[in-house]
């Protein structure tokens, strides 16, 4: 508890980044469903004041923003998967009316702050190849704010996969030569019919960025050579997992866990430091394969 302004949101951030499993900045939501009582603490908007770069180095190279009450800060917004049009997602996600219970929690969370900023993601697989823009339709009719793509997972052993993919796995979400054709012609349409969401921002990627996902389907054909993205996630971030686990980012293999060790030390372990000073991003294989690089410049940058 405290006033507004003393800090809770950066606290809450802070210690959810050490691990801590359920934190509120502010109030806690509950609700009863099929006799089972279920809670959010940070379920929506967290605004950090202008002065968070002093404590999240993820945050310096960003500028603080003027927020809706008028002062300057950062705000960290929802993000929802969403896989196609109201019948695809359901069926991408195997859960009846999965749709409509993202469209009923997006206007539950407005109703308790109009302001919340809620994000999509959209992952590019083969249920979903040739409805790009269909789903960007969708995004705004459920009133959500922006909406990103990123190409499957395919080959990695992240996600819960110790031994990755079997090719077998792999099938049932690449595409094959003529799906690769037409998320390519599908991307083309995306990038002349929502040319003005791609311009406003409301889809996040540039047109190159959509065309690289058509890459990374290419060259999972061998009809492309896999190209690396720009990017300098293992210098400026890590990924902890639920189990604890602590990784350079969500592809690499862990450095250490948050329950045997603090954060700090373990990415400033020898482990880490010397991962960081071998790993070249534009050759390193898995790098090459990459679906979800993250960039932050530097100041000089
Ligand atoms: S390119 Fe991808 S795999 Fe390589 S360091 Fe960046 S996030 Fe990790």
Redesign the pocket.
Known sequence: MGAGRSGKSTLAVALAQEGFGFLSDDRTFCSWKKDKLSAWGLATTLKLRSDAGKHFRELQAKQPKYLPNGERGFRLDVIVSLDGPPALHDQIRRVPHAFEQIKTGVAALRSFRPEIIVRARCTVQKANHGSLCEVVKSAKEIGLNSISFLAADLTSEAFNRPQGWAPERQDRVALNADEADALEAEVERLVIERRLDLKSGFVVESAGKLRRIVLHFHAHLGQAPHV??S?N??WVSSVIEASGEVR?????PSFGNIHDQPLRQIVNSPKALSFRAA?D?AT?P??RR?V???HIPRHEE
């Not at 350079?248 to 690499?252: E, G, N, R, V």
């Open positions: 690396a993205p990017c996630a293992p350079p980012c969500i592809f690499h790993l991003v390193n898995v790098c990459c979800c690089s993250l």
